[in-house]
């Protein structure tokens, strides 16, 4: 990356709101590879530690800022159909690991609980019979909706050792939340919220977004006191972000930009209410740190994906199938998935092969734009160089104010925080920049 005076700073005089960096790189970065097989692949990576993710790419509704791989036109036999790929798949990627061990799991999606309750428990047997992880020794995190957290589902995710609870809020205000396209009242999901609070869950999450369309700062504030009533463990805010192909990018409807100033408001608020930030997004309470319960991340090196639409990622290797936005592109890259030969499952062939400076970047990325920083001796132990030695433009996070040295660790600062959607970009490899811009939507 060219080196920018000091003088000048692009992540300045910008919008803060660049990419929603979720993992690096992008998938729409991947592209197909030649075939590799899974015991290859994973043969040389530390498997006595890593992350079970299982995909299920069904909702009750499409979300009008939405672009996960996720439908809504499925019926019980196409869904049955898609567990009994996962379980066949679940099975030849558990040969080509052998004896990996499980230290987290997640099931996410779309909506996990959309599922039947047949399905769903069967999709827990994959993780735990066929897959080896002990969940109710590991950490386990569902993503659940309001619609779906029905006593019963709710119950058997806490029975078989589910101690994470994820659910999309949005917003507590119904009318904010009907031009996200969501059908959902403020009353469904506090009585959802209840429900869940009285199955035991130890970690409660709620997702929250910022700039919706007629939103403004003290309704926003609104949203998050109600949030705060059920005295969530974890609470992440996100801003709202009008992507390609989503209801909302189709849509032509404009409105004033809010987003700068609910984040700020937001932010002092949680603080308040004795929440840490972790990153630009989560918050944390201080009952669940001192619980020393683990900070949720599903975008570790180390992490094994099943199902349609999961990335695994390795140290040098990620892949997954291939994705789309579109409703008609998913339903047909699922088909593909159900209709594969058990021995497609054996391999890898669309993804990011990572080289030493993408593996440098995304170490940096990952660290820097969380609470923990960037620590230059776990950088060197890593690499066996010096991160500021490799990547002088981070010298510039310094000049700018927005991050700090402290000894070895880099840290961001408030106003760092505030503009990780603009730092991250900024990061970027210019080879990853180049394949997301040639990506073909669909």
């Not at 993710?53 to 019980?76: A, K, V």
């Not at 619609?147 to 009318?175: M, N």
């Not at 020393?292 to 990622?313: F, T």
Request: some cysteine.
């Amino acid at each position: 990356m060219p080196l920018i005076p000091s003088t000048q700073s692009p992540l300045l005089a910008q919008s803060p709101y660049q990419a929603y960096i979720y993992a690096y790189p992008h998938k729409t970065a991947y592209r197909p590879f030649p075939a590799r097989s899974l015991s290859e692949i994973w043969s040389t990576e530390k498997q006595n530690s890593l992350f079970l993710y299982i995909h299920i790419p069904f909702c009750e509704m499409r979300c009008g800022f939405c672009n996960l791989f996720t439908t809504i036109n499925h019926n019980d036999d196409f869904v049955s159909h898609y567990v009994c790929t996962v379980q066949r798949q679940a099975q030849r990627v558990k040969t080509a690991l052998g004896n990996a061990q499980f230290a987290r799991f997640a099931l996410g999606g779309g909506t996990p609980t959309q599922l039947p309750i047949a399905a769903l428990e069967a999709v827990l047997d994959v993780a735990e019979d066929t897959m080896g992880a002990a969940l109710k020794d590991i950490p386990v995190s569902v993503e659940v909706s309001p619609e779906t957290a029905t006593v019963e589902k709710l119950q058997l995710l806490r029975d078989r050792g589910t101690d994470r609870i994820s659910i999309g809020v949005q917003s507590f205000i119904d009318r904010e939340v009907l031009t996200t396209q969501r059908r959902q009242t403020a009353l469904q999901v506090q009585t959802a919220l209840t429900r869940i609070r009285k199955t035991g869950f130890p970690t409660l999450n709620l997702d929250l977004i910022y700039g919706l369309p007629g939103q403004t700062v003290d309704t926003w504030l609104h949203s998050i006191r109600t949030a705060l009533q059920f005295q969530p463990e974890e609470i992440y805010l996100y801003p709202l972000y009008i992507r390609p192909l989503t209801g909302l990018g189709m849509s032509d409807r404009q409105w004033e930009d809010s987003r700068l100033a609910c984040y700020q408001a937001g932010r002092d608020l949680l603080r308040a209410e004795g929440y840490t930030q972790v990153s630009m997004r989560m918050f944390r309470s201080h009952q669940a740190i001192e619980s020393s319960s683990p900070v949720y991340c599903c975008q570790a090196d180390g992490m094994v994906g099943l199902g349609c639409g999961a990335r695994s990622y390795t140290r040098s290797l990620h892949y997954s199938n291939d994705y789309a936005v579109n409703t008609k592109e998913i339903r047909s890259i699922i088909e593909q998935y159900i209709a594969c030969d058990d021995t497609a499952f054996e391999q890898a062939d669309y993804g990011f092969e990572l080289n030493r400076e993408e593996q440098q970047r995304r170490f940096i990325l990952l660290s820097l734009l969380s609470e923990e920083g960037l620590n230059g001796l776990a950088y060197r132990d890593r690499f066996g160089s010096d991160v500021l030695t490799d990547f002088p433009e981070l010298q510039h996070l310094i000049d700018w104010n927005l991050a700090h040295l402290q000894t070895n660790l880099l840290v961001l600062s408030e106003l760092g925080i505030e503009r990780s959607d603009a730092i991250g970009p900024w990061l970027f490899s210019e080879k990853v920049q180049r394949s997301m811009q040639t990506y073909q939507l669909k």
